[in-house]
Nanobody, 121 residues
Framework: QVQLVQSGGGLVQPGGSLRLSCAGS????????MGWYRQAPGKQRELVAG???????NYADSVKGRFTISRDNAKNTVYLQMNSLKPEDTAVYYC???????????????WGQGTQVTVSS
């Protein structure tokens, strides 16, 4: 079993910055793919950014150049640095493990508890 615990988030003014963290725990050997998703009210959950164990990244077009995803493999932790925040970035942000190798083998699709990010003046 794998658990994800998120931290960070909150209220910030437009143009400000926030950093989200998400730490995985359990019988983890390696997390192959981690990412961040978000869901705004009345909208579907969408991928914000993803990162592989080798450090390859991908971003939604709406956040390219403003958000940076990174990870610390030794700590099983993924980060999302969000700069130049806009009101349209307001959403609940979820971290995700897409694929992980544990003592039980390959496992898929774990989610953090979600954290609110509100961008407003």
């Amino acid at each position: 079993q794998v658990q994800l615990v998120q931290s960070g988030g909150g209220l910030v003014q437009p143009g400000g910055s926030l950093r989200l963290s998400c730490a995985g725990s359990g019988s983890i050997f390696i997390i192959n793919v981690m990412g961040w998703y978000r869901q705004a009210p009345g909208k579907q959950r969408e991928l914000v950014a993803g990162i592989t164990s080798s450090g390859s990244t991908n971003y939604a077009d709406s956040v390219k150049g403003r958000f940076t995803i990174s990870r610390d493999n030794a700590k099983n932790t993924v980060y999302l640095q969000m700069n130049s925040l806009k009101p349209e970035d307001t959403a609940v942000y979820y971290c995700n493990i897409q694929e992980v190798v544990t003592k039980d083998g390959y496992e898929y699709d774990y989610w953090g508890q979600g954290t609110q990010v509100t961008v407003s003046s």
